[in-house]
């Protein structure tokens, strides 16, 4: 069964410094997603992706933030400086579209921020 | 705008008892519902899902939940709990074909534990 993928599972940065997490949503999905978890709190939405645009944004979706999908299968959310408050479970997910609502979700990736 | 509210942060029940997770929702357009459900060091697999028809819809692991738009809720019930079951459960709520992009709005979650 096709999934979606996200590499590293975790991370570990100096604050300041700029961290790529990647993610390779399910082939022919056409949106994407990338959610955070904050240690012991909800699922909190960043951004949404479709047609090689930024669809929706959050307010944490800030200028620190950014996405791309560099090629054909890679999602990509780079954080430029990261802060102590960015450290969190990230997770890549992507929706078929047509009328298939449920998003699938990739295993996620804990950034830690010292 | 939606939001998701899960009464009951922590829920214990007895291997073989009734399973009930609560979900209410506010959406100001036909909402499109979800849970996830997350065990330890995991991403969030999908349990079950009502986006139109009918009301009650069933899931993996024998989980099902009923829409009821007149006391917007969605929750979630299992006859018969299984020590497999442990795991935090989120409700979601997506604004359909009006939502746009479709994100999701999490619900707090609740973490379900299963005694022997």
């Known amino acids: 069964e096709p999934e979606v993928t996200q590499t590293p599972s975790h991370q570990v940065t100096q604050m300041g410094q700029e961290v790529i997490l990647r993610c390779v949503p399910i082939s022919n999905h056409l949106y994407f997603y990338w959610y955070r978890q904050i240690l012991g709190q909800k699922v909190e939405f960043l951004v949404s992706?479709?047609?090689?645009?930024?669809?929706?944004k959050s307010e944490i979706f800030d200028d620190q933030f950014s996405v791309e999908r560099p090629d054909g299968s890679n999602f990509t959310l780079k954080i430029r400086s990261t802060k102590l408050e960015d450290s969190a479970m990230y997770f890549c997910a992507s929706r078929a579209g047509g009328g298939r609502e449920t998003q699938y979700f990739g295993p996620g990736t804990r950034l830690l921020v010292l | 705008a939606q939001s998701v509210t899960q009464l009951g942060s922590h829920v214990s029940v007895s291997e073989g008892a009734l399973v009930l997770l609560r979900c209410n929702y506010s959406s100001s357009v036909p909402p499109y519902l979800f849970w996830y459900v997350q065990y330890p060091n995991q991403g969030l697999q999908l349990l079950l899902k009502?986006?139109?028809?009918?009301?009650l819809v069933k899931g993996i692991n024998g989980f099902e939940a009923e829409f009821k738009k007149s006391e917007t809720s969605f929750h979630l019930t299992k006859p018969s709990a299984h020590m497999s079951d442990a795991a935090e459960y989120f409700c979601?709520?997506?604004?359909?074909?009006?939502?746009?992009?479709?994100?999701?709005?999490f619900g707090t979650g609740t973490q379900l534990k299963v005694e022997l």
């Open positions: 979601a709520v997506t604004g359909g074909t009006a939502g746009g992009g479709n994100k999701l709005t």
């Open positions: 992706f479709y047609n090689n645009e930024i669809s929706e």
């Open positions: 009502y986006t139109t028809g009918a009301t």
